[in-house]
């Protein structure tokens, strides 16, 4: 790819207990190992390849729609009274968006014959009906198992204190054992991976909130997905073909290509030349 933010992979991005993306899909793994194993109803007569077909189909699908979803509801969470409504309103979204696709997908597996693939509205009906409970029930437990490690909100820094990243809003989401001082903040999605000098933890909040929240001139940006704190960059490093931040805590995170320029002028740190 040619533009670096979207060339440069995150080598946790797959990492289940670290990304968000990689979590979705060793669940989804998961469940179709599990499907596979009790052969419900919807799947008998299949052959082995059509019926891992089917339940990669009806279990990836329903999590992507779940997830476009969510990622559309979380900057309205507030509307909807707390996470849990929004992620409930996901899950049903996505089993509504997912009805018709089932029933056409029954068809193609040769499942039930569909007239000129026409199907009635008691047919979308039913589908929804048997489809919406487990889609959202499943996108709840998934998410659960981050919600409920998640701190929940205290009160809010006051405005005058936004000019020190440790003090904002999004900082009194983590536990009170990891408010150390602001290290780098990384995008799961629509989570955040915060790091600090007595940890990292994972809250809800997008991406471009907390980068609104913490405002210019407080850190850098050196990629889409990361923001870090310059006072605790401890070597810029330039090899095989790419750029990356070393931290203090360890990390090594990704430097843009469209941001390298940039970011070699505000740390003032010369790359070291790339190793043959």
């Given at each position: 790819m040619q533009d670096d933010d979207y060339e440069m992979v995150d080598r946790e991005l797959l990492?289940?207990?670290?990304?968000?993306l990689g979590f979705l899909a060793t669940s989804g793994l998961?469940?179709?190992?599990?499907?596979?194993?009790?052969d419900p109803a919807p799947s008998q007569g299949l052959g082995p390849q059509a019926k891992i077909a089917f339940w990669i189909l009806?279990?990836?699908?329903?999590?992507?729609l779940a997830q476009i979803c969510q990622l559309i509801l979380a900057r309205y969470s507030l509307i909807f009274g707390n996470i849990w409504a929004s992620v409930a309103i996901a899950g049903i979204t996505a089993s509504t968006l997912f009805a018709p696709m089932a029933l056409i997908l029954d068809g193609v597996f040769g499942l039930h014959s569909l007239q000129q693939e026409k199907f009635t509205l008691a047919d979308l009906r039913d589908e929804w009906i048997s489809f919406a409970p487990p889609v959202t029930l499943v996108w709840i437990g998934l998410n659960a198992a981050r919600f409920l490690k998640l701190p929940v909100d205290l009160q809010p820094s006051s405005p005058e204190v936004k000019s020190d990243p440790s003090s904002l809003n999004f900082m009194n989401r983590l536990p009170a054992h990891r408010r150390g001082q602001l290290i780098?903040?990384?995008?799961?999605?629509?989570?955040?991976?915060?790091?600090?000098?007595?940890?990292?933890?994972l809250i809800l909040q997008g991406f471009g909130e907390a980068l609104s929240e913490i405002g210019e001139g407080s850190g850098l940006q050196i990629h889409r997905s990361h923001w870090i704190n310059p006072d605790f960059v401890v070597e810029l490093i330039n090899e095989f073909g790419r750029t990356d931040v070393k931290l203090l805590n360890g990390i090594v995170l990704p430097v843009a290509r469209s941001r390298?320029?940039?970011?070699?002028?505000?740390?003032?740190?010369?790359?070291p030349s790339p190793q043959p």
């Open positions: 990492d289940p207990r670290r990304s968000w998961l469940l179709l190992m599990l499907f596979l194993l009790l009806h279990i990836y699908t329903p999590l992507a780098a903040v990384s995008a799961e999605l629509h989570y955040l991976r915060v790091y600090t000098t007595l940890g990292d933890t390298r320029s940039e970011v070699r002028a505000k740390l003032k740190m010369k790359a």
